[in-house]
């Protein structure tokens, strides 16, 4: 039986490898718009993401980052959320085109796994470049986020794969090494160039030492 009789999946996360980190002007612009200096901005931001990422509403999320409700101010809060999204679709094309040519391959598909509220998927999968992803999955629909093995597990189940036959790559090594204590296969993500030498690899059939 050939090496590509079975499926062999590329799992792939979003934010910070498939995109390009939020940019600074964009901190700015929100914390602008939070009336908030950006370095309190920026701590809030992140504090609460977690249950944002999990399906938290966009109301119950910024009114957690501006500590007050703004159940009465949706204008803001759309404000908010589409400066928010459209920080996070500016890409890596580098990092796409490698992964798109990897998928190119016999056997071979993409999946994506991100931790990202729902107008993050949304803007995702509205996307162009989305359709290359056989599967795209999200923790916000999920309600499970990385690092969470329950995730990976579930994943797994739905891509009807063994964990052999994934190769997972994230730039956060808490995300990796959850994978990796499954038998995953992964990859921590540092840049495009690294990540290409990383999938010939895994293409040849050499497992990293896991160190990730």
Excluded at 51 to 79: C, F
Aim: hydrophobic share 45%.
């Amino acid at each position: 039986m050939g090496r590509h009789a079975v499926t062999r999946w590329i799992l792939v996360d979003y934010g910070e490898v498939i995109s390009a980190p939020l940019a600074a002007d964009t901190v700015l612009r929100l914390a602008s718009l939070a009336e908030q200096h950006p370095d309190e901005f920026r701590d809030h931001y992140w504090r609460f993401r977690r249950r944002y990422d999990l399906g938290q509403s966009d109301i119950g999320y910024w009114s957690e980052v501006l500590d007050r409700d703004l159940s009465a101010e949706p204008t803001l809060v759309d404000q908010l959320v589409r400066v928010d999204v459209a920080g996070w679709m500016t890409l890596n094309p580098q990092t796409l085109l490698t992964l798109m040519e990897f998928a190119a391959r016999p056997g071979v598909k993409l999946a994506l796994l991100s931790n990202a509220p729902e107008p993050i998927a949304l803007a995702i999968d509205t996307s162009t470049w989305s359709r290359h992803f056989d599967r795209r999955f999200y923790s916000c629909r999920l309600q499970l986020a990385k690092p969470d093995t329950a995730v990976f597990e579930l994943v797994l189940r739905e891509l009807a794969a063994s964990p052999e036959s994934v190769l997972f790559i994230d730039d956060r090594a808490g995300n990796t090494q959850a994978a990796a204590r499954l038998g995953v296969e992964v990859a921590r993500f540092t840049s495009a160039e690294a990540m290409l030498r990383r999938l010939r690899d895994w293409e040849s059939g050499t497992r990293s030492r896991v160190s990730d």
